[in-house]
C-alpha cells in the first residue's frame, strides 16, 4: 500500500458469561427455565491513530424458557422464548474503506452495539417411523444491524452498517429425516418467513419487506468396507435488506470418506458444485434519492481434501462438558 493509506485496525473482545436451567416434570407436562447473564467488553482501535479509540461494555440478562407436552410416546409439543444477542463481527466493524472501485467505498462502523432478539417457537415433532419436526416461530430485533448507503455530492457510493432498524419475521419451518434399514439415511430440511423492516436514516425513513426461504437435502450411504457416501443440495433464498435486496441461489456438493484404524482415522474429499462455476449475485440499492444495481460473480465450485485422527478410545467412557457458545452469529445484514 502507498503513501497515507493504512488499514491496521485492532479490534479486541472479552466476553464474560454464566448461565442456569431449572427443569421441572410432571405427568405429561415439563417446563425448562433459565436465564444467562453475559458482560462484554469490547475495543477498538486503530493503529495509525486515523481513528479514535474506542471501548464499550454490555450487561445482558438473556431469559430461556420452554413449556413442552407428550402427546404420547413419539409425540410432543412444544412452546418456546428465547432471547439471545448477537454481536458485530470485525468485517462490521472495521473503519477503513475496501477501495476495490473508487466509486463505491465500504467500511465498517466500530460504534455497533451487540443485537438483541427476542424468538418465540412453537414445535410439533413426531420420532416414529421417520423424525419430523414441524414448527413456526416469531422473532423481533429492535436494533438489527444494517447496512446503509449514501451517494455524496461527489458522486461516490458509501456503505457502512448502523443499529438502524427495527426486524420482524414470522416464519414456518420443517425437518424430516429416515433411515432405510442401516445404509441409507435421507433429510429434507427448509423454512419459508416473511421478514418486515424499518428504520431510519437521516432524516429519511425506510421500510421494506419480502419472503426468505431456504430449502436443504442430504442423503448419506455406508458402504460395507468403511466408505461412506454423501450428497447435498438445496436452494439459498434472497436477502432483504433496508434498502434493497439481494437474489438467491441453488447449490449442491458431494462428499465421499474412507475410515480405517477402528474409524479413528478418516480421509475426506468433498467436492461443492462440481457442475456450476460460479453464480450471478444481483443487489438492489434505493433510498428517494438514487436506484443502484450491483452486479458480481461468485465462484462457488470448489474441491478439498482432509485427513482426521481421533485420539480417543472407541467405548471409553467420557464425560460431556456443557460449553457456552460465544461465537458471533452470522446475519443477513
Known sequence: MGGSRHDDFRHNQYIF??????????????????????????????????TEAFSS?????????????????TNSIKLGYTSRVQ????????????????RYLSFGNPNLSAVRNHKFDLDYSSFKKANIVIGTSYTLTNNAIQSVTE???????????????????????????????????????????????????????FENDGVLGFAYMFMNYKFNDG????????????????????????????????SYLNDRLTFTLNVANPFVNSVTINSTISSIYFLQEYHREQVIRDINFAVSYRFD?????????????????????
Not at 17 to 42: D, F, H, P, Q, S
Not at 87 to 102: F, K, T
Not at 326 to 333: G, K, R
Open 57 to 73: 461494555t454490555f450487561l445482558n440478562v438473556l431469559p430461556t424458557i420452554i413449556l413442552q407436552r407428550k402427546l404420547s410416546t
Open 227 to 258: 466408505w461412506n457416501a454423501q450428497f447435498f443440495s438445496g436452494y439459498s433464498g434472497q436477502m432483504v435488506r433496508l434498502q434493497g435486496t439481494t437474489n438467491g441461489f441453488f447449490f449442491h456438493a458431494f462428499s465421499c470418506n474412507k
Open 87 to 102: 454481536r458485530p463481527n470485525i468485517e462490521l466493524l472495521n473503519p477503513y474503506p475496501i477501495i476495490s472501485d473508487p
Open 313 to 333: 478410545k472407541r467405548g471409553r467412557s467420557t464425560k460431556r462438558i456443557k460449553k457456552i457458545n460465544n461465537e458471533d452469529e452470522v446475519a443477513d445484514y
Open 17 to 50: 458469561g454464566g448461565y442456569n436451567t431449572y427443569t421441572l416434570n410432571y405427568k405429561n407436562w415439563g417446563i425448562k427455565a433459565g436465564a444467562r447473564l453475559e458482560v462484554t467488553r469490547m475495543q477498538s482501535v486503530g493503529m495509525e491513530n486515523t
Open 151 to 205: 451517494i455524496g455530492t461527489d458522486s461516490i457510493s458509501r456503505t457502512t452498517y448502523g443499529n438502524t432498524g427495527i426486524r420482524h419475521q414470522i416464519g414456518l419451518n420443517t425437518n424430516v429425516s429416515k433411515s432405510f434399514g442401516k445404509k441409507f439415511m435421507l433429510s429434507l430440511s427448509g423454512n419459508l418467513n416473511y421478514v418486515l423492516l424499518k428504520g431510519s436514516l437521516g432524516s429519511e425513513y
